[in-house]
């Protein structure tokens, strides 16, 4: 999983990006993150967490519900 998060540079998105094989949109301090999928995609946006499943699929969760479902690892 990784968290939408904005930088200076966009550098902190490239990586999901990269992961996801997404489109970025928005501004730098609040990156929005087109996410293709199976059944047309969804726009995650900044403070957002991408999950990709175990059968390889993505999905958005609010960091609310991520905060609520996981707990942080040392």
């Known amino acids: 999983a990784h968290q ?6 966009g550098s902190l998105l490239k990586p999901v990006i990269d992961w996801c094989e997404g ?4 501004s730098y301090q609040e ?3 087109y996410v293709p ?3 047309g995609g969804f726009m995650a ?3 957002d ?3 990709k499943g175990v ?3 993505f999905q958005r969760w609010t960091a609310e519900d ?4 996981y707990e942080p690892q040392p």
Do not use: N, Q
């Open 23 to 26: 489109s970025p949109g928005g």
């Open 31 to 33: 990156p929005r993150l």
């Open 4 to 9: 939408i998060v904005g930088s200076e540079d």
């Open 45 to 47: 946006r900044h403070g």
């Open 66 to 69: 991520f905060a609520a479902t």
């Open 49 to 51: 967490w991408v999950v």
């Open 37 to 39: 999928t199976l059944d």
């Open 55 to 57: 059968t390889g699929e």
